[in-house]
Each structure stands twice: as C-alpha cells, then as structure tokens.
C-alpha cells in the first residue's frame, strides 16, 4: 500500500481542480473522460443513437464517429484494430419512459422497464443489439415542499 501513497504524493500538483478542470490538455468542449464504444457496425449503432437519443454527428467510416448525446460526447469506432466490447452507459434524459420506449422499438431489449427508484430518479435499462447497455435516467423534480436530495447508488 505505501507504493500507491509515494505515487500520488508524487503527483498532487497535477490533480485536476474545478477551476482548470482540463488543464488544456482536453480538447475545447470536450470532457477529460470520453466514452469510447468499439462496435462490428459502427454506421448502425450510430444510427440508434441518433434515433433513440437524438444524437448529433455523423458517421465516419475512416475515423471514430464522434456524437453528441446532450452535453456529452461519445466515440464509436468499428472493431478490427480494436477487440469489440460492449459498454455500460448512464444516460439522463428529459423522458426516460419516452426513451426506453424508443430504444425498444430500434431493437433493443428492455431489461428493466422504467421506475421510480429510491434516489430521485426515474431508471429502466436497455441493452441494444451490440451488447452495449443503457441505463436511460430521468432526475425527478422536487415536489411542492420536498427538499430532494436523495444519494444516487
């Protein structure tokens, strides 16, 4: 355990801080982690993107396709130099039964239908025919004299 302390002792002046929170080495607008899917049909599942969450971008076929989910942006390259792998995503959105409903009807299997969870949020999961999940969140309001603020998990 003392090699892992000296390491980020040793390191302590490059932590990221919320006033630099890139420290110029991101690209503008982009965040410091950037989800990556490496799927066998890149133009497909750019497609369920675009229908399912109203992505923005397009696809490339000799580079990653770079989409814009919300605030976010996501790469999605085609296998070959890189091993396929399915990921795990958490994705806020303004509807989650609206979305979910939409994933479904692009092909993907509902492996939990929309509820309300303990934490404020509304959640279902899909996954789509890649084997990428998608859990599809929507942040409940606050209620007339609620506080909110529940922990998420």
Not at 45 to 71: C, H, K
Not at 87 to 93: G, N
Not at 132 to 140: D, G, K, L, V, Y
Not at 144 to 152: H, I, S, Y
């Amino acid at each position: 355990m003392r090699a892992l302390v000296d390491f980020a002792d040793d390191h302590q002046g490059e932590a990221l801080s919320s006033d630099n929170p890139s420290s110029g080495f991101a690209p503008e607008g982009w965040h410091t982690v950037t989800s990556r899917i490496v799927v066998a049909d890149p133009e497909g599942l750019v497609r369920f993107l675009v229908q399912v969450f109203d992505a923005t971008g397009a696809y490339e076929a000799e580079r990653p396709s770079v989409m814009t989910i919300g605030d976010s942006r996501v790469m999605v390259s085609g296998a070959g130099p890189r091993e396929a792998m399915p990921a795990f995503l958490y994705v806020y959105v303004g509807d989650a039964d609206a979305v979910h409903g939409r994933a479904v009807a692009a092909g993907a299997q509902s492996l939990d239908d929309p509820w309300d969870v303990p934490y404020d949020e509304r959640r279902g999961m899909v996954q789509d025919r890649w084997g990428n999940r998608w859990q599809i969140a929507t942040r409940a309001r606050p209620k007339a004299g609620d506080q909110g603020g529940g922990d998420a998990a």
